[in-house]
């Protein structure tokens, strides 16, 4: 029998999957991650579905540092308030069509914050 902790591990490997879907779709956000960063799907995804285990679930199996990652992505091409909102209004959208479960609300209350504190970090004068 599955443990709602494994139910909701299960969401998280959709919900990355069907997001990155989108995001690697989007001819906003696709050049950040396929021009500006040349990221390794088969590396990246798993990446991705552990931050948000940790996030959403407690697990410890991910011990980057994402901010660390974005200032290296935003230096060479500025994140700007248009990406932020792109890739926020894409994470709610896919989190409609590929929820998870319980935990959506809080799932899209973090990455906000996320996204909030990185802009702040990363700002610069021009926006
Ligand atoms: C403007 C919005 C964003 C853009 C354009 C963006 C872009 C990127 C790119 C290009 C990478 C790959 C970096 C690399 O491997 O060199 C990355 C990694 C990552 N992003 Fe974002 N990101 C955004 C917002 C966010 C937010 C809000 C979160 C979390 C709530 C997030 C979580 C992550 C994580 C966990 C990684 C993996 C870092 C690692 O350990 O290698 N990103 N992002």
Redesign the pocket.
Known sequence: MLSPGDETSQQIDQFVDAFYERVLADPL?AP??LE????NLAE?LP??KA?WRK?LLGHSD?R???MQ??R??DAIKH?TPE??E???SL?EDTLEKQPLGTSSERAFT??RR??GN??QNLQRFSG
């Open positions: 956000l950040m991650f500006v960063a040349r990221i990246h990446r991705i931050y996030m991910y980057r540092h994402m990652k974005h290296e992505v994140m990406h932020y792109r890739w926020l994470f973090l990455a996320v996204a990185m802009r």
